[in-house]
């Protein structure tokens, strides 16, 4: 009989590249999200449509002991939605409604294992100031001072799941990721990601013209390829190790290199005009030391390469507009 996964968010980036990797590995899978994936059809057996902050439907979602759940569902987005302070009522309590929802039910239904998602954006303000030399390392993030109300709600979940640990024998396992990006990610609309988002104005921008960059673009940050991010969260999920544990790249650079490396995939040259904007902390970085020890893995992805991949992804979503 195949094992059984659940992912929670399958209608999301990371959650339906994950759908996809599971059915490629012979589980049956079930998606669940307030809608199906926006770019592709989903690979799940079986996909609920739901809100996960009604517990009747996170009852509906989670009717039997999954071998794996993974919890990826979140109101979040980039930089553009997270740091503005104007969604923050809204991230903390839907966010936190899902995720005591899910830990509850998954005690419940005696799920084998559960998978939880939270973000570097837990790690203090203070320890990522100099963008050089960030501090990332999994111990760091106490005492706690994230930047984000989306930090915060971030940490409390960590600490929900790892008290379900201790108390009901969940297996709950907790990366923090750091800024994932690839092909079918949010490219426009006020929710994507740096990546994705400079793909977009490069690829927009007449040769010769200018892209706009939120602050100095001297802000550092590491970023994921989507295909690594796939192959960490299974490892660590199957692991005897519950976390918390980067997940993300420690190939750091400057938000002006990125656009450089977009500009040289799309072969254009272009002016950067630096305007106001929210940008976050000054640098971030992943620090893999615990990972590689825990797990014997660090994501093998380049940046260039996985950005290729995403420009020529973004730039086929502007065609295919422009064409409609």
Known sequence: MAR??????AGG?????LVRRLKAEGLWV???????????????????????????????????????VYQLAADMGGAGYIFTGEHDA????NSATINLNIAALCHRRKVGRVFYSSSACIYPAHNQQDPHTPDCAEASAYPAAPDS???????????????????????????????VFGPETAWEGGREKAPAAICRKVAMAPDHGEIEIWGDGLQTRS??????????????????????????????????????MACKIAGKTLHKKHIAGPTGVRGRNSDNRL?????????????????????????AQIRRGMAA
């Open 30 to 68: 079930r998606g669940a999200d307030l809608r199906y994936p926006p770019f592709s059809d989903t690979a799940a057996d079986d996909f609920l449509i739901g809100d996960l902050r009604d517990k009747d439907v996170c009852d509906r979602v989670i009717d039997r002991p999954f071998d794996e």
């Open 223 to 260: 970023f994921l390829y989507i295909e690594d991010c796939l192959e960490g969260t299974i490892r660590l999920t199957r692991s005897g190790f519950e976390g918390p544990v980067n997940i993300g790249s420690d190939e750091m650079v400057t938000i002006n290199q990125l656009v450089d």
């Open 4 to 9: 059984t996964a659940l992912v929670c968010g």
């Open 90 to 93: 809204d991230i903390m309590s």
């Open 13 to 17: 980036f990371i959650g339906s590249h």
């Open 149 to 179: 109300e989306y930090g915060w709600e971030k940490l409390f979940s960590e600490r929900l799941f790892l008290a379900y640990n201790r108390n009901h024998n969940l297996g709950a396992r907790i990366a923090r990721y750091h800024n």
């Open 291 to 315: 990972i590689a020890e825990k797990l014997g893995w660090r994501p093998e992805g380049s940046l260039y390469a996985g950005l290729e991949k995403t420009y020529q992804w973004v730039e």
